[in-house]
């Protein structure tokens, strides 16, 4: 199997999320920690990963050592600074390919910047897409060919490592204000994927529907559960603040959550639940017992006095009145702010009122959510960009037990389909060891992936197919929008 890495950075998500405060970290070694986020990417409902800062890169250790590495990645750089990928040694950067402030295609020895080993005549233009391609052998006089757009535009032979080891271990992506996405990676075996491709892209598809399924899903949660970058909004005391949210499924709502940006002792909450009313919260339908103290960084949750049967595709109106100020974790940013929070001022004693108040539109969109039990599907809880983690999932303890689901279309019919990758978000949770595969039915012919053992942090898993295990042959998009695939308990 040629396949080492695929990503099209759209599973970590959502929109203008800082990689810091997304799943990234369960892919990446290393994911960028300042002034970077996801944004939108070369096609249509896709994201691209934005690296804001130079010296904020992201960084992702291989499987193996490689003396040959193939690979594509699609570049829009301001050009501002030097911006593409570095291959690696153990933090020894042995070569880089990337643009150059002028616009042009640069092969370095070293990091972006360094020895300059070859460069294009021409130049590109600032803040526009290109594909960049690359056949290399790490090696003092290691062999090269860069593609630019599917053309060859550097070839020939020169010193492309730094370490005593004539080999990569490592890519790190680099920049400042450029734009990644639509990334492949192979080394030269097998028998197809040892080559470039030419430009390409890599489209994620989600679970639409449950297709055999033997979890169970144990938590669902509605509403703004994720923070898009930690920033944080003041709370006034005497305060109703509530947010509209569609149930995507059925299920019963048991408690409200939010997230305090700051610690106090005697500060008290009280949980609101409210039926819609033409677009705005109405009748109080439910409500709870007081929870007093919060602290940072800690979810406060607010049991309901009576749980609320949640219809899907209903809308609900959820959140809370507090007694004392404080300030509280946003769910977007000051950058990116959608402001889809309500408030009135109430009297705390008798909150909440039986009749929601005229209420202020356009206020911070605090962090809220709803704790969900009873979900009749599966699927709704694994398609969830970002990933809810143990807030919104599916749990099993039974060797054997297999979910599989169905999954959306892919967008156009390719000419060429390079492969199929199937990526499952896990975590162990209990003591004790386990294994678990990733599967893909096309057809009649399932197949198992290689066994793997999760840890008590999550991290993706994957399985890749190069061709399609039914035919034998290239994966055609009819044969890619009906495959199933999930997970299985191994062991």
């Known amino acids: ?67 040959r590495l193939i690979g594509g990645l699609a570049l829009n750089s301001n050009l501002s600074n030097n911006g593409g990928i570095i291959f690696g040694d153990a933090g020894t950067n042995q070569c880089a390919i990337g643009f150059n402030t002028a616009g042009k295609l640069v092969l370095w020895q070293g990091g972006l910047g ?3 080993i070859a460069i294009t005549s021409t130049a590109i233009t600032a803040n526009t897409w290109h594909y960049v391609e690359w056949d290399l052998t790490f090696a003092s ?18 010193n492309l490592k730094s370490s005593s080891n004539a080999y990569a271990n490592q890519v790190i992506l680099q920049g400042n204000v450029c734009n990644i996405d639509d990334m492949y990676l192979f080394d030269s075996t097998g028998s197809v994927n040892n080559a470039v491709r030419g430009d390409s892209r890599v489209e994620t598809l989600f679970p639409t529907s449950d297709a055999s399924v033997a979890f169970t899903p144990s938590q669902g949660a509605l509403g703004a559960y994720y923070s898009l970058s930690g920033s944080t909004s003041f709370m006034s005391a005497g305060q109703l603040f509530l947010r509209k949210f569609t149930a995507p499924v059925s299920g019963t709502l048991n408690s409200i959550s939010i997230m305090p940006a700051a610690s106090s002792t005697g500060i008290n909450f009280k949980p609101a639940v409210y039926a819609d009313n033409s677009g705005s919260p109405g009748t109080l339908i439910t409500s709870g017992s ?46 990116f702010a959608t402001n889809a ?4 001022s109430v009297t705390y004693t008798s909150a909440p009122p039986s009749t929601a108040p005229s209420m202020s539109s356009g206020q911070s969109s605090l962090q809220v959510w709803g704790n969900v039990t009873g979900m009749s599907t599966n699927y709704s809880e694994t398609n969830e960009v970002p990933p809810g983690g143990d807030l919104s999932c599916v749990t099993s303890s039974t060797v054997g037990a297999e979910d599989r689901y169905n999954f959306g279309s892919l967008s156009s019919t390719p000419s060429n389909i390079g492969g199929v990758k199937v990526s499952a978000l896990l975590r162990k949770t209990d003591s004790g060891a386990r294994t678990i595969t990733v599967q893909l039915k096309s057809g009649t012919t399932e197949v198992t992936g290689s066994s793997q053992s999760p840890s008590a942090s999550y991290a993706y898993f994957s399985n890749y197919q190069d061709t399609d295990p039914n035919t034998s042959a290239a994966w055609t998009a009819s044969g890619v929008n009906s495959v199933t695939a999930g997970t299985k308990i191994a062991s």
């Open 341 to 344: 929070g309500y408030t009135a």
């Open 290 to 335: 007081q929870v007093t103290g919060a602290t940072a960084g800690t979810a406060v949750t607010m049991n309901l006095t009576t749980p609320q049967s949640l219809t899907a595709g209903t809308n609900y109106w959820i959140g809370y009145v507090t007694d004392t100020s404080l300030t509280m974790q946003r769910q977007d940013n000051s950058s």
């Open 114 to 116: 360094g020895t300059q």
């Open 141 to 158: 006089s290691g062999s090269y060919t860069v593609y630019l757009d599917g053309v060859s535009v550097l070839s020939g032979t020169g």
């Open 1 to 67: 199997m040629a396949d080492i890495f695929w990503d099209g950075f759209d599973k970590y998500g959502p929109l203008n999320c800082a990689p810091s405060n997304s799943t990234m970290n369960s892919e990446w070694t290393v994911v960028p920690s300042s002034s970077s986020s996801f944004v939108a990417g070369r096609f249509t409902n896709s994201l691209a990963l934005q690296l804001g800062y130079q010296f904020a890169p992201a960084s992702r250790t291989l499987p193996s050592n490689y003396g």
